[in-house]
């Protein structure tokens, strides 16, 4: 796993270096990767992504998230567009 972190680590770095217009490339081709055979784009998996970030503490964590989610739901429903 350590060299799997290392070589993201690296990509990054390098995508930080392109000018902007090779960046929709990079895009193109990574969304490439990401399809399976079926043509289908495998879903990224967050979990535990946020284990041990001392969230964990925080005894209400749902109902802040829960009134969160809300308050962003209605700010983006009275966007006028």
Do not use: Y
Request: proline letters at 2%; aromatic letters at 4%.
């Amino acid at each position: 796993m350590h060299a799997q972190n290392f070589l993201k680590l690296q990509i990054q770095k390098r995508i930080t270096l392109l000018p902007k217009e090779q960046l929709q490339k990079v895009k193109i081709f990574v969304d490439s990767l990401a399809v399976n055979s079926s043509g289908k784009v495998r879903p990224v998996k967050l979990k535990g992504t946020w284990r041990g970030k001392g969230f964990e503490k925080i005894e209400n964590l749902e109902e802040i998230l829960s009134d969160v989610r809300k308050e962003l739901t209605d700010e983006i429903s009275n966007k006028e567009i």
